[in-house]
């Protein structure tokens, strides 16, 4: 495998700084994080564009957004973690 480019998703307390480090020698690195995974997933989306429809999950489960990633990506639709009650955040940022 050569990639040109790799994208680590996540802050470092979930990929460490050596172990982005260790991989820079594959390829160019990018990092998408943040202060959780909340935020995380609206970075992604952000870095998607303009959509007009996106899937949202309950973030504490992480088996329900591996369950709708493939159909998902499939039909281009970002995948929003949200806790039980959708912040004011994650509505501002589909408005925008």
Same mark, same amino acid.
């Given at each position: 495998?050569?990639?040109?480019? $790799?994208?680590?998703?996540?802050? @470092?307390? !979930?990929?460490? @700084?050596?172990? *982005?480090? !260790?991989?820079?020698?594959?390829?160019?690195? /990018?990092? $998408?994080? &943040? #202060?959780? #995974?909340? %935020?995380? !997933? =609206?970075?992604i989306a #952000? %870095?998607? &564009?303009?959509?007009k429809q996106?899937?949202?999950?309950?973030?504490?489960?992480?088996?329900?957004?591996?369950?709708?990633?493939?159909?998902? !990506? /499939?039909?281009?639709?970002?995948?929003? +973690? @949200?806790?039980?009650? $959708?912040?004011? /955040? +994650? $509505? *501002?940022? =589909?408005?925008?």
């Amino acid at each position: 495998m050569k990639p040109d480019n $790799i994208l680590i998703v996540g802050n @470092t307390k !979930s990929i460490s @700084t050596a172990a *982005e480090k !260790s991989i820079k020698k594959y390829g160019k690195v /990018r990092r $998408i994080s &943040g #202060k959780d #995974k909340f %935020e995380i !997933s =609206q970075k992604i989306a #952000k %870095e998607m &564009g303009n959509y007009k429809q996106a899937v949202v999950v309950g973030g504490n489960s992480f088996m329900n957004g591996i369950a709708i990633a493939s159909y998902a !990506s /499939r039909k281009g639709y970002p995948i929003l +973690l @949200t806790k039980k009650k $959708i912040p004011f /955040r +994650l $509505i *501002e940022c =589909q408005v925008k």
